[in-house]
Each structure stands twice: as C-alpha cells, then as structure tokens.
C-alpha cells in the first residue's frame, strides 16, 4: 500500500497541496481527478520523488519514503509517466529505452538489444515504434508517450503512476492499454491514473480520489459514483469563476463535453484554405504523400489519426516552417492563418518570456503593437490584461512568465492569442489536451464561435469523441494519407479501421 | 511633437524607478564580488600576505589617482565595445566567441583607409572610421551568421576559427601590404591626426571612445527590449521551435544578429586604433573578445549592465599592473579574483532564477518539462 499523510507544499505565494491524504492499496487502480491546477501533478511528483513535500511523509508497504528523490522513489519500485514525457531529446528511442530497465543485465544499454526487448511488450499493446535510430526530437507526442510508458513498465515498477496517458492514444491503442493496466492489478501493483476522461476512470478505476484547489474533496470507490457526481465534487458546489457566456455549472460543463451534434448547419461559405497534392519527405520517410482537401468559411473540418501519421508534418507546412516536396498551400483569406500547436511547451510558447511577450509571438498582433519598429509595450500589457481577462486565464499578471501558468492557462493562453489575432484559418493541434472538462468545453465553445463567425477550422486531434462532437467534415490520417469520412460513415469502428490503416 | 514625447517616455522607460527588483538585481553583483573578495582574502591570508594590503593597492592602482582612474576608463572602453558585441548575440543563443576577431577586422578597415582620410573634416573622418570599423566587423561576423543559416555550421567553432583567421590576417597586413613606408617595424602607416580622437585630458588618454560605447550600450538596450526586432531576437534565443512556428524571419534574424554582434566589436576596434594606437600592430587585442565573455556574462546579457561589468573589469587589469609594480604581487591573482566573481555570480544567478524550480534540478532530464509542476501549483 502506497499512503501519503498530511502532504503539504508551497510553491512561493500559492498552496499547491493542504494536508492531502491519499491512499491506494496493492491490487488497485486508483484514479486521481480533477480541474486544471488542482494540485494532481504536484502530487504525483511528489510520489516519484521530483518534488519534496513541506509537510506530511510518504509511506510504501510500511516503509516511510525519504521523499525528494527519483533515485531513491525508483528503487523503491514508484515509476511515473508524465504529461510532458521525459525523454533524452537529442537521443534516438532505442538509447532512451536503453537508459530505462530494457538497458540493465548482461547487455548493458545495448540500444539495439533493449529495442528487442521492449518489441514484444510494444507488439501486446499495439503500439508501433519509431523507424530505427530515430531521435526523439522528430518523434510525435504519441510516440514519446508510448516510449515512456514502455520504459516506465521496464522498470518492473511496484507502483506505477500514469498522468494523463489516454490522451494520445489511438482508440485501437486504448483497449490493449486498459487490458495491460488490468493485468498489473491482477499481479498486485499499485496503479495510479491521473485522468480528465470520467467516464475512463469509472470504466477502469477501483477508486477515485477528487482533488479541488489542493485538498481532497473526496475519495469514492467506482461503484458507488457517477461522472456527474464526480464533476460536481471537482469543480465545487458554487462555481467561483462563472460569468457572462461561461458555464455556469458543473452539469453543464459535463453536458456541453459530451455534446454529440454540431448546433450550427455547416455553412458552404466561400474557400478559405486549399491544400494540394501536398508530399512531404524527410528522415529518408515519406512524412505526407498527396494530401489534398479544401477549407471553407464555417467550416470545421476534423482531422482523426493515431498521434504521428503525418500530423505534425502538416501542421509544420501550414505554419511556413517546412516547403513541401511537391504541392501547394493555399490560403484564400486575407485574414492571417493561425496555429495552435500540439507542444505547447516546446513550439507553443516560449515559458522564459512573460504573457504579453507571448501573445505578441502572433505576428498579427505584434504589428498591432509595433510603430515604426518600435514594440509599445504599455499598450501590448494593458492589451494582454484584457485578453487574460476575457478568456479567464488565471495568472499573476501580463508581465509573469508563462512557466508560471499551469498546464491548461497556458493552453487558453495559446488559444488566446490564435483567435486574438483574428485569423480567418485556425490550425489547432490536439487543442484540449490535459485540460480539464469545463476547460475543454469552453475551448469546443470557442471553436464553434469563431466557425460560426465565419472562420474555417482544422482540427486535428486524437480524441475521437471531439472529432464528432465538433467537426463538420472528417477526414482521417494514416501513414501520411488522408482518407475523407463519409457524413454517413462515422462510426466509431469505420473510423478506429481507417486509422489502424486496415480499411 | 507626440513622437519627441513618445522617444522621451522611451527613454524614460529605460532609466525606470527602481522597485524592489531592480534594487535586488543591482545588488547580488555587489554581494558576489563581496564574497569573491572574502576568499581572496582568506587565499591571501594563507600566502602569509595581508589582504587590506593588496586590496588597497588594487584600489589604487585602477582609481587611486586622476591618471589611473582614466586609464581604467580606456582600458574598460573595448571591454563595452566586445561585451555588448557578446551580449546581444547572446540574448539570441547565438554562441559568437569571435568578438576578438571582429574587433581585429573593424581595426583593420579602420586602421588601412585611416592614414588616406587626411583632407577631411574631422568629425567626418572619425564616424568614417567608426563606420569603417562597423563595416569590418560586420562582415566577420555576418559571415559566421550567414554559414549558421545557410548551411547550419555551429557558430560557435566557425567563429572561434574565424579569430584565428583575423589574427594571422592582420599579421600578414602589417608585415606586407599595410606595413609603414619606411619599413623598419612590422606596422602600419599612422592615420591621418584628423582620423584620430584626441585626447582632450592630457596627459590622460582619456578620449570620446568611451562616451560612443556608453550611448551604443544606450541604443543596444533600447532595440532589445523595446523594439520589434530586440522582441524577435530574444523570443530567438529563448525558443528557436516556437519562434519558427511564429514565423519570425530565423534565417535573417541569425544574419542581421551576428552581423550587428560584430558590427560592436567592429566599432571598439576602430575606436582602439583612432584614440589610441593610431596605427595597425601585429597584435590589437590583448583578448578582449574573450573576456568579453565574461564581461557579458556578470552583467547577465543586460546592455545596460556591460557598462559597469566592463567597469570591474577595466579596474581590475588596471590595478593589478599597479600592484605588480608596488609589490610584485603577481597579476596572475587577478585573473583568480575575475575568475572567483564570475563563478560566485553564476552561482548566486542559479539560486536566483532556479528559486522556484531548485526542487526540480537534479530529478527531471527534461528541463522544458520540469515547470509543469510547479505551473500546475501556481494557480491551485
């Protein structure tokens, strides 16, 4: 049994956790929800030794855990897998698998003998790995996800801890993934899953501990709860940040997550983005082989596929950074073309620098800003301010640095600063990952307003559900090709076969 | 009219109040080079001589008197020139180790054409030499920016061997086609007196140089942190991904930056042959392009901050050669003192910077990841 009693901890002016207890048993998985900010990460992070606690002691199978080390937390069998995965950049995969439990014994990080290693337990759960010898700066979110999952469960861990690892997998993946969780309880691990899918940490979860504003609202055995009851107790019985337009409550925000029909016909306005024939190569792969589909006004157009078949090749041409090999991009409006990319981290925004610099990477809106070559920076923070306030990003002020906002501030932050700078093409990449319910949905809300105002969206996303709930049009992504779906062909099967590329 | 209120607000912005921050920002240099002095003095304690001593001979030597403060004040003046050449490539993570070089090749536009500028005015001769010296080192550095754009060569070993290059240059210059017509030593022709910036404090050889590399250290601060390029180029070196997929101009962002890098150093080189040597030597630097580095690297890459990390600098070569020669304390202690500054700032900057992140250091790989926590915290 894993317990955590009393953790507190501080980070400057904020109470990240306040007494929180935690406990989950051998031969369970335990899910830890809730909001944006809660206090989960930090948490996590304090079982896995990233982070000391101020305050309360961490217990493992009746042994006290020193707290504040990886190394010690990992030779105690606590393996974590992050959000933002932790991979060796600049390594290939096979060296990263090398450096985890694949690379211990006779072979002695081995690259080549720890990728054969890990090969059967990739096969049992579907995942495909990365061609050889590639490093994992050219590898998809997906793809380091599934590494880091593959290395964290090579470590043989006693307790393994998963933030919000469902977000990138494919639905061909999940089941083979859910299956492999069950399997670790069956064998007496400890499973901790972090999760803003409910509905998931129902369908797999023994218990549920809910975590609101750093303190455990409460802990619920699956059985004896229900996803309203959860999203009730996250998010508070009086919701503190409601305002004009906002969701109002947590009912609401669970109804509007799952809506399942667009509300708007989709309107056949004129072109906006033309996409032709385009091939991307590179890394001696072909990356997009003749991708071809138009845009128009109004239009959100979905684009579903396991996390690397080309995705981020096609985001990266739509963002100017790479030519293709062959076709062309057109963008019809004399609106910019705004994106929203999937690593926020790495390419969205840049944490040393404060908000305001932020929102200014968006050229439109730092020409907004800028006479004569000069930056006004008054009028740029007095600007920030506004939109902080209007998209409700929770911070210490336009001039704080962005690694300061939490993980969903600072994916409104990137959202913000797409639609503030009025494009008439949004490019949104994976766009609600790690956000919480009522931050998804008011993203999905700000998506359909800026179509219904006549912009064209490209959504492209691994979540299948939001595909549905949003998208006007629906294509799927595999191995660089993209097959259009159907209005009467969007069953959930179809669709988990075209992106397995067996259709 | 509103533009002169808007320039002077500008201006005004960059002499800001100081808040509480900009006060702790002044004062942690203060603090290292207090700490740096106290281990100093305990080596010195332990080599049997007295701190106090040598101290007050360092003191003395770089502003204990009217020549030595201005000489500190020259020696200090290319110091500025280099540092700000390093800091605002820098400021893009543009590693330019090449300021020695640069500054050699500006001293060596300026330093040829110098000596034909006889029948001009004299302030057009000077900023000609000035631009001359732009020029030059513009072009060297501009080079190494142009191969890190077009062809991804590490700008770090192409400007390193680019110095190599530009010192072997000069030394071929002053020895055959620049050398003096009387050919007796291996230099150049003296410039033109009006090409020269006179030293209006004899017998000091105090000169204007200094005035040109504090109001360029002015302008430097300004294009950085008020101005749409400034903007760019830091948003460069703080995340060259994000940057690309913003579309700022990398490739003529990485030109322009090394080339403006170089362009400094260029000025300083000019400006060491128009006040002070008036004339091409085999060697022009003493390495102020290196330690500009570290001039660069105590003021935090802040162009303001280079005038008085140049400072320290100019100081303390200055009064080491004065305690060499009073008591035959070696200078070699100076380069320890130096040495003991910057690495108890670097250490001091850690704490500062890492204050919240210190707990993620030494646990995650991946350093871009390690804020997540602590963000997720920041609104809990």
């Not at chain 1, 393996?79 to 002695?108: C, D, I, K, T």
């Amino acid at each position: 049994m894993i317990e955590a009693v009393g953790i507190t901890r501080r980070f400057a002016h904020t109470l990240a956790l306040d007494r929180v207890d935690f406990r989950a048993r051998p031969g369970e998985i335990h899910a830890l929800v809730g909001e944006n900010g809660a206090g989960k990460s930090t948490l996590i992070s304090i079982f896995a030794g990233r982070l000391k606690a101020d305050a309360g002691t961490l217990v493992l199978d009746g042994t006290a855990l020193a707290g504040g080390s990886a190394h010690l937390a990992l030779r105690a069998g606590i393996v974590a897998v992050y959000q933002s995965p932790m991979l060796f950049e600049r390594m290939s995969w096979e060296e990263n698998l090398a450096l985890g439990g694949f690379g211990a014994g006779a072979s002695h990080r081995d690259p080549a003998a720890a990728a054969e290693r890990a090969r059967p337990l990739a096969a049992r759960l579907g995942f495909d790995l990365p061609p050889a010898g590639t490093s994992v700066e050219h590898c998809s979110i997906g793809e380091r996800v599934r590494l880091e999952i593959l290395r964290a469960l090579s470590f043989d861990p006693r307790v393994l801890i998963l933030d919000e690892p469902t977000g990138v997998l494919a639905p061909t993946e999940l089941a083979p993934f859910l299956e492999l969780l069950r399997r670790l309880r069956g064998e007496g691990r400890i499973v901790i899953l972090v999760t803003h899918k409910l509905g998931e940490a129902l369908a797999v979860a023994d218990r549920v501990t809910v975590l609101r504003h750093g303190r455990v609202a409460a802990e619920r055995t699956s059985s004896a709860t229900s996803e309203s009851e959860l999203a009730r107790l996250m998010i508070g019985e009086i919701d503190s940040f409601g305002g004009a337009g906002s969701i109002s409550n947590a009912a609401d925000a669970a109804a509007i997550a799952r809506t399942s029909a667009v509300s708007f016909a989709p309107n056949h306005g004129s072109q906006a983005l033309a996409v032709e024939n385009l091939t991307l190569e590179g890394d001696g792969r072909r990356i997009l082989e003749n991708v071809d589909f138009s845009l128009s006004a109004g239009e959100i157009m979905g684009i579903a596929g396991v996390d690397g078949n080309g995705q981020g090749g096609l985001v990266e041409i739509l963002a100017g950074i790479h030519s293709p090999t062959s076709g062309h991009v057109r963008v019809m409006h004399d609106r910019p073309l705004a994106v929203i990319p999937q690593n926020r981290d790495l390419d969205g925004l840049i944490l040393e620098m404060t908000l305001w610099e932020n929102l200014m990477l968006a050229r439109s809106l730092r020409r907004r800003f800028t006479r004569r070559g000069w930056l006004h920076r008054s009028q740029a923070k007095a600007y920030c301010g506004d939109v902080l306030d209007q998209f409700r990003i929770r911070s210490a002020g336009a001039s704080s640095k962005a690694f300061a906002l939490s993980g969903g501030n600072r994916q409104r932050l990137a959202v913000a600063r797409a639609l503030a700078g009025n494009p008439g093409v949004l490019v949104a990449h994976d766009v609600c990952r790690g956000l919480d319910v009522r931050a998804t949905a008011e993203v999905h809300r700000m998506l359909k307003e800026f179509a219904a105002a006549g912009g064209a969206v490209l959504l492209i996303s691994s979540d299948l559900d939001e595909l549905l709930a949003l998208s006007t049009s629906l294509a799927v992504i595999c191995r660089g090709r993209l097959h259009p779906v159907a209005q009467h062909d969007r069953g959930a099967e179809r669709i988990g076969l075209l992106m397995s590329g067996v259709a | 009219m509103t533009t002169a209120r808007k320039v002077s607000s500008r201006f005004a912005a960059v002499f800001a109040p100081l808040t509480g921050a900009r006060i702790m920002a002044a004062i942690r240099p203060l603090a290292a080079i207090a700490i740096a002095a106290l281990i100093i003095s305990i080596v010195l304690i332990a080599l049997g001589a007295s701190p106090l001593a040598v101290f007050a001979d360092l003191w003395q030597g770089a502003f204990g008197n009217w020549l030595a403060a201005t000489d500190t004040l020259v020696k200090t003046t290319p110091l500025i020139f280099t540092g700000l050449a390093i800091a605002i490539a820098f400021q893009g993570a543009l590693w330019n180790i090449g300021a020695d070089g640069q500054l050699i090749v500006g001293a060596m536009a300026a330093g040829a054409i110098g000596p034909a500028l006889g029948g001009w005015p004299h302030p057009i001769a000077i900023l000609t030499m000035l631009a001359l010296g732009a020029i030059g080192g513009a072009l060297w550095g501009g080079l190494a920016g142009w191969l890190r754009a077009r062809r991804e060569v590490n700008e770090v070993i192409c400007t390193i061997m680019l110095n190599f290059v530009a010192a072997q240059m000069l030394s071929w210059a002053v020895h055959g086609p620049l050398m003096e017509r009387s050919r007796s030593f291996p230099q150049s022709t003296m410039i033109a007196p009006n090409a020269q910036l006179a030293f209006y404090f004899q017998p000091s050889r105090l000169n204007c140089g200094m005035i040109v590399a504090v109001l360029l250290a002015v302008a430097c601060n300004l294009m950085l942190f008020h101005s749409a390029v400034g903007f760019e180029l830091r948003a460069l070196g703080r995340n060259r991904r994000a940057s690309a997929f913003f579309g700022l101009p990398i490739r003529r962002l990485t030109v322009g930056v090394m080339a403006l890098s170089g362009a400094l150093a260029g000025i300083g080189g000019a400006v060491q042959v128009s006040a002070i040597t008036h004339r091409l030597f085999e060697t022009m630097s003493p390495g102020w392009g290196y330690e500009a580095i570290a001039v660069a690297l105590v003021a935090r890459l802040n162009p303001l901050a280079i005038v008085p990390a140049a400072l320290l600098f100019g100081a303390l070569d200055n009064g080491s050669q004065a305690m060499q020669r009073a008591h035959g304390v070696s200078p070699e202690l100076v380069y320890i003192i130096q040495g003991m500054v910057i690495i108890v700032l670097v250490a001091f900057d850690a704490v500062a910077s890492s204050g919240l992140r210190d707990a993620f250091f030494g646990a995650g790989d991946n350093v871009t990841a390690a804020p997540d926590v602590m963000a997720e915290a920041g609104d809990a």
